[in-house]
């Protein structure tokens, strides 16, 4: 069982590498491998779709910063943190806003498994935990 799983990661790693053209997602590419992987069905072709999308969802994320915020947001500040962040890890990224009242009032940035926080939610949980130590 474990050999089919790491086959199938294997395979699902091949195709992931065939998505990419410099470096980056290709949408052509993508509906290419689905259509291969539909026609030419591989030994478990769940396990492989699964880990084939979860690779193009992590590679996908870390070029969109999910931009979470109280109120409402001007599309200038999402430009402005979009070329902020495109500077920062030296590609593309462009900035999605996602309101979360929870904030309060402030922002939290996400650029696949790294965030970035200045809201007043966090201070407060800040300020709470080191009243607790």
């Known amino acids: 069982m474990a050999s089919n799983q790491k086959k199938s ?30 026609k030419h069905k591989p030994a478990n072709p769940l396990q492989v779709l699964k880990a084939y999308h979860r690779m193009v969802a992590t590679e996908l ?11 409402s947001i001007e599309n200038s500040v999402l430009r402005t943190i979009a070329d902020a962040f495109s500077k920062r890890y030296n590609r593309a990224i462009t900035a999605v806003g996602k309101p979360t009242p929870s904030l309060i009032a402030g922002l939290r940035v996400r650029v696949g498994d790294d965030v970035y926080e200045s809201s007043i939610a966090s201070r407060l949980e800040t300020l709470a935990a080191d009243s607790t130590d």
């Open 9 to 38: 990661q294997q395979f699902a790693r091949q195709l992931f590498r065939l998505s990419l053209v410099d470096g980056a997602i290709s949408q052509e590419r993508v509906t290419g491998v689905l259509e291969y992987v539909e």
């Open 61 to 71: 994320a870390k070029s969109r910063a999910v931009v979470e915020h109280a109120g």
